[in-house]
């Protein structure tokens, strides 16, 4: 396709050269452009598409980067790099060694603050805008936050303190009436009907008429009356309430007509914060984005003509899937189970249960805090919740989880998808964290799935645990395609389970290795070194008699975990240095996630730099059989 002007722009100041009239085509190009990348990459197609417009308009207009320009999540920001100095590397979007999905500080200049969760952008433009006050700055910070992501009460917060500080920051609410699901809650109802309606327009449009008609001197008073009224009538209330000057709403992709607002708005003395309400179309331009439910807004490669996404087929379910249909074949049985999520009913398969039982499923939108609190007071009331959220996002709401159900003992069943690194999101999105947070909890029992068939016992397990809550931890993608178990066949809680037996040395896998400590065991034994393998199934509570077992029987114990250091391998460590076990001279490993955040890749890569493949068990093992370590013993020696 012809992109004649955009071509031209590698950067913000090479779009500022262009006149006003030249927007739209540099907007369609980019719009093109845009589509083609992400044909070729996969990616967040959708939110992108709805701000091409307004990406132009901004960068056109403010002096990025110094004037400050922070896009909420990030989903929407692939326009942004196109036209901030990555236009050479746009495709390398989501893969090994190129550009990061989201916005990232250390990729570019033009990303003052890097996001890949929701509702960050206000507080951090807050604090920029803070900052540059007292260094006597007088550049301007924007951000540019969704009607989705406003809806979870960081956003309002963040506003209610920018309003009591009279910051001068301007908030750009992207209101496209969808986030990644359908808004939910009476906020985002309020916005769509207020603030989208007929009655604004029609009463904004009849209010110019009738001030047409007067003289200046009484059109200024009654644009102070029209002020009055239109607070009134639209949800310019709520934000003049929290302190904010409300503009809106406006088309947003009318890119001429937000440049004229966005000028204004630069060279306007108020010196407090401004919100500018912008009705855009997530997808826009695009119509199978615009037809599709989700509006595309997460792909894979795709065909441009027709939209067909290039999906691999398999026959293996995914561990998502596995759970949804588990979790309902309960549910058709037990009137008290409970599906909740916040925003994600696709991505955590509880889509599939609302269909069934769309009285008993509850997205909370982005309000992960809220969600599980939520789940609690179900809890108290003799329900079964199900807590079905991505394990980088239950980190939202680590307070609650602690307060409001471990302190109170409460059966808060946790479903905790995406563990372990998950590939083209990065370590935003990674699920890294959980095993490490959880399992420090009192009377908390933590689980992770090796395959589909031990994710149903894990389910069918949390069913019937109503004394304390529990959580069950399963990867992204498929399963290794084994047969699945009915949903009478459960664990013994605390209990591990020996897969192979060997002599010289033991692994303890925890979670999705399992079939890589198989793989690695293969090439031990034609090196003649011969391991067992136990799949530990809880982190919490430990299997201490098989723990202490295996310690007892073998050189060397290695633990493995797709997770942190503190996490399953720092609690085995804890359980045989406190048995007095080291003091024997037993040989332990523990291999865990290294001590940084891992770039995305293609999750294989992601496990052999991260060194928790099969090649790096066997190294593990020999190095550690090949170990003869003596530490010196201090003897004090009395002078003379």
Sequence with gaps: MNKKLLDKINYPSDLRKFE???????????????????????????????????TVALHYVFNTPQDKLVWDVGHQCYPHKIITGRKDKIRTLRQGGGLSGFTKRSESEYDPFGAAHSSTSISSTLGMATAKKLSNDSNNVIAVIGDGAMSAGMAYEAMNNAGALKSRLIVILNDNDMSIARPVGAMSKYLARLLSGKIYFSFRETIKLILSAFSKRFSKRAGKAEDMLRSMFTGGTLFNELGFYYIGPIDGHDVDNMVTILENI????????????????KGKGYEPAEQSGDKYHGVSKFNIVTGEQSKKKSNVPSFTKVFANTLIKHAEKDMKIIGITGAMPSGTGLDLFEKKFPDRMFDVGIAEQHGVTFAAGLATEGYKPFAAIYSTFLQRAYDQVVHDVAIQSLPVRFAIDRAGLVGADGPTHAGSFDITYLSTLPNFV?????????????????????????????????????????????????????????????????GGRLQECLKASEILSSKGIKVTIIDARFAKPLDEKLIMEIAANHEVVVSIEEGSVGGFGSHVMQLLSNRGVFDKGLKFRAMILPDQFIDQDDPKKMYEKAGLDSDAIVNTIENALNSNVVIAQNKNKSSN
């Design 20 to 54: 006003k009239k030249h927007l739209k085509q540099i907007s369609n190009e980019l719009r093109n452009e845009l589509i083609e990348v992400v044909s070729e990459t996969g990616g967040h197609l959708g939110a992108g598409l709805g701000v091409v417009e307004l």
């Design 266 to 281: 630069k060279n306007t003395k108020y010196d407090g914060p401004i919100l500018i309400h912008a009705i855009t179309k």
């Design 446 to 510: 933590v689980m992770a799935a090796s395959d589909e068939a031990e994710l149903v016992r894990m389910i069918n397990t949390s069913v019937n645990i109503n004394d304390r809550p529990s959580a069950f931890r399963y990867p992204r993608g498929n399963g290794v395609g084994i047969a699945l178990p009915g949903i009478d066949e459960t664990l013994e809680i605390g209990k591990g389970k020996v897969i192979k037996e060997g002599k010289q040395a033991a692994i303890l896998s925890f």
